[in-house]
């Protein structure tokens, strides 16, 4: 009788407690996937808005398609501790609200610009129109888990890959990376910035 009785408790406590687990996972993984997919869905709309815009110089976009960019990025999930993710290799401008050679543009041409990163503290700014490369030599230093103190050294012009001219640079900013994911990073430098890691 004993064995019964301890048998029938073990019953019941399974019959209790075992739907309990599925439905705690479950309720994880809609909250997960439903967080990826608006996700996804706001940097396929990012994307798109690029498209429409025109391309990397933000300030030449109509000023409705810079809002809808803004009010896309401000919804993108912030990345935690997005200071900790190495940078390496060769990543491109997206888009930028920035004034001024950063954003490529130089009088009447648009040129390709390129962040590379010779180490984790040395990188450069790189404009390219042809065969005219211009650089901007800089060193970053993480102050927190989402602020980077970027400050300019040297500006050098580059011509069929030989250096025409390299002059010292002043100048220093605060980057706040917003997002860091899949290797699109988003940042205020103030300016918004929209790069992605090709390399």
Not at 8 to 32: D, T
Not at 178 to 195: A, N, Q, V, W, Y
Request: include cysteine; aromatic fraction near 8%.
């Amino acid at each position: 009788m004993r064995s019964i009785a301890l048998l029938l408790v073990c019953v019941v406590l399974g019959v209790a407690f075992q739907p309990q687990f599925p439905n705690r996972i479950s309720r994880r993984i809609s909250r997960r996937s439903y967080t990826t997919a608006l996700k996804f869905s706001e940097l396929n709309e990012l994307r798109s808005l690029i498209d429409e815009a025109g391309g990397q110089v933000g300030i030449s976009a109509e000023p409705a398609v810079v809002t809808k960019i803004e009010r896309v990025v401000d919804a993108l999930p912030q990345t935690k501790n997005p200071t900790a993710i190495p940078l390496t290799g060769t990543h491109e401008l997206l888009f930028s609200m920035a004034k001024g050679g950063s954003n490529g543009k130089v009088g009447p041409f648009v040129g390709k610009v390129n962040q590379i990163f010779v180490d984790d503290t040395n990188f450069i700014n790189q404009v390219t129109l042809g065969p005219l490369k211009v650089e901007l030599l800089a060193t970053r230093e993480i102050l927190d888990d989402k602020r980077v103190r970027v400050t300019f050294k040297k500006t050098r012009f580059n011509l069929f890959g030989n250096t025409l001219k390299e002059t010292e640079t002043k100048g220093s900013g605060v980057w706040t990376i917003k997002f860091f994911e899949d290797g699109l990073r988003i940042m205020d430098t103030p300016s918004l910035f929209i790069i992605k890691a090709i390399k």
